[in-house]
């Protein structure tokens, strides 16, 4: 069954590093995200992308963050500088049209 | 507007027992109204969905209640099994709107033995 895969599946990062996500979205998908999870709190929205842009951002995701789709097949969430409250689970989710989002096992970033 | 909000915050329930999982909406512009079960260290996992046109939905032991006039939706898990143990999520999308997912809080959900 398809899925999507995320990676590495913890990183620790010293604040104010950088850190890229990765996401390999399921194939035939055209449309992506990534939420982010606190610990012990809901699945927030980030960002989403469609068609090689951003389609919609929420206000977490400010100047710090960024997306790209660097070929057919990734998908990478960037922070440039990690702050101590970025820490929790990020989670890339894929789709196609009008259908199911299909959610990846996460990444936990610890920031230190 | 953009909240969805979950009830129980917790949940326990024994063995063989209905779980029950409220989530009331405010923005009329969602249409479409998933459930995902999550474990942990895991990512959410679809477990069903619902649009407005339908006032229920069943698929196996898994059933959703929707109410379109209350703006209110509920999951009833039948048949309570251990294995059903996890934190349970609404959400709900506007789906015309590039299908962005609003999450409810969140139900921690213990079935015992």
């Known amino acids: 069954e398809p899925e999507v895969t995320q990676t590495p599946s913890h990183q620790v990062t010293q604040m104010g590093q950088e850190v890229i996500l990765r996401c390999v979205p399921i194939s035939n998908h055209l449309y992506f995200y990534w939420y982010r999870q606190i610990l012990g709190q809901k699945v927030e929205f980030l960002v989403s992308f469609y068609n090689n842009e951003i389609s919609e951002k929420s206000e977490i995701f400010d100047d710090q963050f960024s997306v790209e789709r660097p070929d057919g097949s990734n998908f990478t969430l960037k922070i440039r500088s990690t702050k101590l409250e970025d820490s929790a689970m990020y989670f890339c989710?894929?789709?196609?049209?009008?259908?199911?989002?299909?959610f990846g096992q996460g990444t936990r970033l610890t920031v230190v | 507007q953009q909240q969805v909000k979950q009830s129980p915050q917790s949940l326990i329930v024994q063995k063989g027992g209905i779980s029950i999982i409220n989530c009331a909406y405010e923005?009329?512009?969602?249409?479409?109204f998933p459930w995902y079960q999550q474990f942990p260290g895991k990512g959410p996992a679809l477990l069903i969905a619902?649009?407005?046109?339908?006032s229920e939905k069943k698929e196996g032991r898994f059933t959703i209640s929707f109410n379109k006039s209350a703006k209110q939706f509920s999951l009833h898990i039948m048949d309570s099994q251990p294995g059903d143990s996890a934190t349970y999520f609404c959400?709900?999308?506007?789906?015309?709107?590039?299908?962005?997912?609003?999450f409810g809080q969140g139900t921690e959900l213990s079935v015992k033995p």
């Open positions: 959400a709900a999308a506007p789906y015309n709107q590039g299908g962005k997912l609003i």
């Open positions: 989710a894929s789709r196609k049209d009008r259908a199911e989002a299909f």
């Open positions: 923005n009329t512009a969602f249409d479409y």
């Open positions: 619902i649009r407005p046109d339908v």
